[in-house]
């Protein structure tokens, strides 16, 4: 079994582990996470909504607290809470009929208003109670956390690695594989673009501009707070040596990876990716998988592989759950299992959008970009 098979299968062990829930810190609270089957990836649109999946254990959420969130109080003595929500995550508050929202209203003694369909906006909170009101805001919380973990994700960290050595290196590698490995299912169309080989540091789900704007300003809070410390502003390079599969049949493989080489800067990438996924984790915009993050570089994925049908494999969205199929990867991971792909030095860390090709340089294009150098 592969090291990053055994990094896997741990992660699902922890997701899975309903007495060791994941946990995760909002505007300085803690949330018990609750799993979510990861091949669920639905909208509030596509599905049946079910108010009671949204949110969990809150039945002493009125007990708790209520001075974690800024009140202001109105001209009539209530309390009043202001909070932007994606517009997407209003059916979810909302519920079937409405009946969420009065739900919420009725346990915590409050007034919740939600712009209306197809409108932009602010949740607003009002209620007699202080503790009503943030608890409605917690639970309200919790609702788009369980909803923003159903998304496909629409934006990753990811750390390009499209330097002359390794974009050389990894053609070199695609070339002979398509002369020595003449096995099942290997053809040009499931290879990365060499302009699009990256590093993936981890996905987040940004349904909005403002939580855009949040995920670029996380970003350049994370450099000063983590990157900066820990690279004191000494280069970073990289090497990339060898090739690694995930599941368990080399003979059956969506995706191979190139691996990091996990030796003096590899282990400083470690200790950095491992960082900035908490720190992203802990602004509410990220969900930790693992207790590490794996390293390593898609070379190639059968999600690339050409539609005879006439529809892009690219468009995941539009798929509708179309089957995969996989390639037969037993030669190619004993031929290239010390294959040298080069080294580079890791200049800066991108914040990609999926699904997308920069005009410029054809890499993904960026909503925010930070310089290690």
């Not at 508050?93 to 929202?101: F, S």
Request: hydrophobic share 35%; charged share 30%; aromatic share 8%.
């Amino acid at each position: 079994m592969t090291g990053l098979q055994n990094q896997f299968l741990k992660g699902r062990k922890l997701t899975m582990d309903v007495l060791k829930p994941e946990l995760m810190w909002i505007e300085g609270i803690c949330y018990r996470i609750n799993s979510i089957d990861p091949i669920f990836s639905g909208t509030a649109e596509d599905d049946e909504y079910d108010e009671e999946d949204n949110y969990q254990d809150e039945s002493c959420a009125l007990d708790e607290p209520c001075d974690e969130f800024e009140l202001e109080v109105t001209e009539g003595g209530r309390y009043r809470t202001t909070f932007h929500v994606a517009r997407s995550y209003f059916p979810f508050i909302i519920g079937a009929k409405g009946a969420t929202r009065r739900r919420l209203e009725n346990e915590t003694r409050t007034q919740i208003r939600v712009p209306r369909q197809g409108q932009d906006g602010n949740i607003i909170i009002t209620g007699s109670d202080k503790k009503g009101v943030s608890a409605a805001r917690r639970r309200i919380n919790l609702i788009v956390i369980s909803a923003r973990q159903k998304q496909p994700f629409t934006h990753f960290l990811s750390i390009p690695m499209t330097g002359e050595s390794i974009k050389e290196g990894f053609l070199k590698f695609k070339e002979e594989v398509l002369e020595k490995c003449k096995d099942r299912s290997i053809d040009s169309s499931i290879f990365q673009s060499p302009d699009k080989l990256h590093l993936t540091i981890g996905t987040l789900v940004l349904s909005d501009e403002e939580e855009r704007k949040k995920a670029a300003k996380v970003l350049m809070e994370c450099k000063e707070t983590v990157i900066d410390p820990i690279l004191e502003h000494q280069p970073l390079t990289l090497r990339m040596v060898g090739v690694e599969y995930m599941n368990d049949d080399p003979a059956e493989v969506d995706v191979l990876y190139g691996k990091i080489e996990l030796k003096s800067s590899g282990l400083i990438l470690q200790t950095l990716s491992d960082g900035i996924v908490d720190f992203f984790a802990n602004s509410g915009l990220m969900e930790k998988q693992y207790e590490q993050v794996k390293l390593h570089v898609t070379l190639m994925n059968t999600l690339f592989r050409e539609d005879k049908g006439g529809v892009s494999e690219h468009e995941t969205s539009k798929r509708r759950h179309k089957p995969r199929e996989s390639f037969d990867a037993t030669n190619v991971l004993k031929m290239f299992e010390n294959f040298n792909f080069g080294e580079q030095q890791v200049d800066n860390i991108h914040l990609s959008q999926r699904y997308t090709t920069s005009n410029t340089d054809g890499y993904y294009k960026a909503s925010a970009t930070i310089s290690l150098t």
